[in-house]
T-cell receptor, first 114, second 110 residues
Framework: GENVEQHPSTLSVQEGDSAVIKCTYSDSASNYFPWYKQELGKRPQLIIDIRSNVGEKKDQRIAVTLNKTAKHFSLHITETQPEDSAVYFCAASNPSGGSYIPTFGRGTSLIVHP | DSGVTQTPKHLITATGQRVTLRCSPRSGDLSVYWYQQSLDQGLQFLIQYYNGEERAKGNILERFSAQQFPDLHSELNLSSLELGDSALYFC?????????FGPGTRLTVL
């Protein structure tokens, strides 16, 4: 089955700095890669996603890049703000049997210091 | 707000008991997914239903079961509860690859 590794487990930055979270996956059939932000005790919230037919996607201060050959994808947050502090999860999924069951990374706790 | 609703928000019960968690998907979504998130753990996929039928199974214990009703809401039944079942239980809904999560039910087993 799919295996997703996520690094780092904790990331501490100063407000205004950039933050990068990296994930690798093992199944070359995976073609959908969402990123979720989860604040303490709250639901995972989809913040950006990318499909395997593109290499990069941006949404304001957030961008995701995908390297299919190397099987890795990354989340980039620029001009970080204290409200960006949360746990971020990456995931990889493929349409196996019509089901898109994501395999999640173990999460990165991002701390943005004012 | 994702449009996915879950009840109850919190549930406190004793070991050996049985509980039912409820999820209503976003309007138009046919798939419901259930996940378990334990303290300091990631999201573990339990089971998926699509338009009333079981579509995929993950790491779901035999003590746990689920179903999806004709109005597409879903229930997750947890029985013979153990201390280790204490966790956040999320449902998510979607139609293809994108999933939207509900607010979760926090289950505490004492």
């Amino acid at each position: 089955g799919e295996n997703v590794e996520q690094h780092p487990s904790t990331l501490s930055v100063q407000e205004g700095d950039s933050a990068v979270i990296k994930c690798t996956y093992s199944d070359s059939a995976s073609n959908y890669f969402p990123w979720y932000k989860q604040e303490l005790g709250k639901r995972p919230q989809l913040i950006i996603d990318i499909r395997s037919n593109v290499g990069e996607k941006k949404d304001q201060r957030i961008a995701v890049t995908l390297n299919k050959t190397a099987k890795h994808f990354s989340l980039h947050i620029t001009e970080t703000q204290p409200e960006d502090s949360a746990v971020y999860f990456c995931a990889a999924s493929n349409p196996s049997g019509g089901s898109y069951i994501p395999t999640f990374g173990r999460g990165t706790s991002l701390i943005v210091h004012p | 707000d994702s449009g996915v609703t879950q009840t109850p928000k919190h549930l406190i019960t004793a070991t050996g008991q049985r509980v039912t968690l409820r999820c209503s998907p976003r309007s138009g979504d046919l798939s419901v997914y259930w996940y378990q998130q334990s303290l300091d753990q990631g999201l573990q996929f339990l089971i998926q239903y699509y338009n009333g039928e079981e579509r995929a199974k993950g790491n779901i214990l035999e003590r746990f079961s689920a179903q999806q009703f004709p109005d597409l809401h879903s229930e997750l039944n947890l029985s013979s509860l153990e201390l280790g079942d204490s966790a956040l239980y999320f449902c998510a809904s979607g139609n293809t690859d994108t999933q939207y999560f509900g607010p979760g039910t926090r289950l505490t087993v004492l």
